[in-house]
């Protein structure tokens, strides 16, 4: 026994080095983690340089970290925390349950796992649930050559130097902000708050959702922004790099959302059958009794559907193109409404815009649709009858119903959920499909009973 765990341990030494030696950059190292197991991976992370061990777990694309931090050791992955930046150390203790975090927190210092704990008690997607503690500030009455000599200093533990932040120096509020490239331009004996623009900084709170963090930070074109306490103390900061990781995220929650599943939360490939079974299940099962109604409706209009039978050749014609104009309302609303390009109170004027649009292009559809039964009751490719100009009406008069319909529903329905504080990312293509399904038909047969009634209805 003792002979095969030292086999496997050479062989993790040697998967080590030579992983080491074939990736120069640690988003390569990364990489290549990913591509082994977790048992694997913990081996070779166990043979690895410990700054660069920690340099590995600090990439937000290492996918497998929490379970790898379970994985290795427990003295290795004391360190590995000890030595990662706080907000990473915390997104990776998010993906742990409740008593392996506390595990894992015990066996480090009281002042860091006091700061991770207090980093895990902000919501997941605010802004204190990803900023660092890790930031640079000088008091009110340094002077330059003073800040430069502590940046020297802290530089390799701080998350960021590009940005000081000026406190009080008697109740450590926040007062002023100062690029390191001002910095530099100062005098050494100049004070560094003379050097800050005379303006209160661009601050947010840690409840503050991390998209709105996001809209500041491009707003004002920052490289950090200070999240602070009630009393304008830094509590840490939100990088850039730190918004892009979280945008990345919840863009691909919204994808998710789209296709109509819960977000996923993990790679694909990590999701358990069950967790995978359970987040799809419920959103498909609503799915289905919503397209229930479709079959209710269908039920309720089937003597008209005896008496002609051609207009069922056009009903997936009609639910089709209602659903895609839709989902093209939805898609374009959940966009603006996550930049920021609209807000709850503009929902008149989003309507305004989408009735005139939804006639239009319903009209240029049933243009379309008239001419497609023109041309094949004119070449004899299929006979629609003797009222075949009546069906053609009907049609394109349908799809001008129908199309707008699913136009002004589509882009209601993102405002109605964020009114009722879902995420609008739930009106996903397929739920404004599945209402525009039922609701299209009724449109559909009543457009019917207005231009068939007297000859085939």
Not at 169 to 193: F, H, K, M, N, Y
Request: with cysteine; charged share 20%.
């Amino acid at each position: 026994m003792q002979e095969v765990l030292l086999e496997v341990r050479d062989e993790a030494a040697r998967e080590a080095r030579s992983v080491v030696s074939r990736h120069q950059y640690v988003a390569d190292l990364v990489e290549s983690l990913n591509d082994h197991s977790t048992e694997e991976a913990a081996a070779i992370v166990a043979e690895l340089p410990i700054d660069l061990a920690v340099q590995a777990f600090d990439r937000p694309e290492l996918t497998s970290a929490d379970a790898l931090i379970l994985a290795v050791s427990r003295d290795l992955a004391t360190t590995i925390l000890r030595g990662m930046s706080a907000d990473r150390a915390t997104q990776v203790l998010r993906g742990l349950n409740r008593d392996q975090q506390t595990i894992l927190l015990s066996t480090l210092e009281p002042e860091p796992a006091r700061t991770l704990r207090a980093l895990l008690a902000y919501p997941p997607h605010s802004a204190g649930s990803i900023m660092t503690t890790e930031f640079v500030s000088a008091s009110a009455t340094a002077t330059v050559a003073e800040t430069l000599r502590h940046i020297r200093e802290v530089e390799r533990t701080r998350e960021t130097v590009y940005a000081i932040y000026v406190l009080d120096p008697r109740t450590q509020a926040l007062l002023r902000a100062v690029s390191l490239r001002t910095l530099i331009t100062g005098e050494p004996d100049q004070l560094v708050q003379s050097l800050a623009a005379a303006r209160e900084p661009v601050t947010v709170t840690p409840e503050m959702d991390r998209e709105e963090v996001a809209r500041l930070i491009s707003r004002h074109d920052l490289l950090a922004v200070p999240v602070i306490d009630q009393h304008r103390r830094v509590l840490g900061i939100v990088t850039v790099d730190d918004v892009i990781d979280a945008i990345l995220a919840e863009s691909a929650e919204d994808v998710q959302k789209f296709g109509g599943a819960e977000a996923l939360g993990a790679p694909y490939l990590q999701i358990g059958f069950l967790d995978m079974i359970r987040k799809r299940a419920g959103w498909l099962c609503a799915l289905f009794l919503g397209e229930m109604l479709t079959a209710s409706a269908m039920q309720h209009f089937s003597d008209e559907l005896e008496k002609a039978v051609v207009l069922t050749l056009f009903i997936p014609l009609i639910m089709s193109s209602g659903g895609n104009s839709g989902s093209q309302a939805t898609s374009l609303l959940i966009r603006s409404l996550a930049l920021g390009e609209i807000r709850l109170r503009d929902w008149w004027r989003v309507a305004l815009r989408e009735i005139p649009s939804g006639l239009t292009l319903g009209a240029i559809l049933g243009v379309i649709g008239v001419a497609r039964i023109s041309l094949w009751q004119t070449l004899g490719i299929y006979d629609y009858g003797e009222h075949w100009v009546l069906i053609a009406l009907t049609v394109a008069f349908g799809l001008i119903g129908i199309v707008t319909f699913g136009s002004v529903a589509g882009s209601m329905l993102p405002f109605i959920l964020q009114r009722l504080r879902f995420d609008p990312a739930s009106a996903s293509a397929p739920f404004v499909a599945t209402l525009v399904d039922v609701t299209g038909l009724v449109i559909y047969f009543s457009v019917a009973l207005v231009f068939l009634k007297g000859t085939l209805l």
